[in-house]
């Protein structure tokens, strides 16, 4: 390759790489949103502690637990680990340990080998910080789907038990 190609092809790879990111932390919001939400929801319809069943407590508890682990994994996915980059001129955890002045005169006097090294190394760091996050989102995600049946268990159980006692606004 060109070595005209070769910083085209970098800077273009880096843009490709980081595009994905705000897909994956969209995503991450949006499992939040829905596991809060269950959990919002089991808290609201779970009857007195005096109330609760073995049954109940087992599976809203199984809810809970898998739910809470599913957090977890999106706080995880939320903020990873961002160590390397070492000495880099784009990582912008790098670049604030510079004063100002340092920055520019690096940068300026960096030559194009140098800075096309900088360009794919960031390509790399960042590939790895998406695949973790995507690894904690997807682990999320499972999680939050096999919470589904001891939720929904919790529930049916906690709707038979205040059955008799809920009014309903067309009553």
Do not use: C
């Amino acid at each position: 390759m060109k070595p005209e190609n070769v910083y085209a092809a970098s800077k273009d790879q880096l843009n490709l790489v980081l595009s994905f990111f705000s897909r994956v932390d969209s995503k991450l919001s949006v499992v939040l949103a829905v596991n809060t939400g269950m959990l919002a929801v089991l808290g609201a319809d779970a009857p007195p502690i005096n109330a609760l069943s073995w049954a109940m407590v087992i599976s809203a508890g199984l809810a809970v637990a898998l739910l809470g682990v599913s957090i977890v994994f999106l706080y995880r996915g939320a903020f990873p680990r961002l160590k390397g980059g070492t000495a880099s001129l784009i990582y912008f955890r790098e670049i604030a340990n510079r004063t100002e002045n340092e920055f520019i005169e690096q940068f300026k006097n960096n030559d194009d080998e140098q800075h096309v090294n900088d360009l794919l190394g960031q390509v790399w760091r960042n590939s790895e910080i998406l695949k973790a996050k995507f690894d904690a989102l997807k682990t999320a995600f499972t999680l939050l789907a096999l919470a589904l049946i001891p939720w929904l268990a919790a529930l049916a159980l906690f709707a038979t038990r205040a059955a008799p006692s809920r009014t309903t606004l067309f009553h």
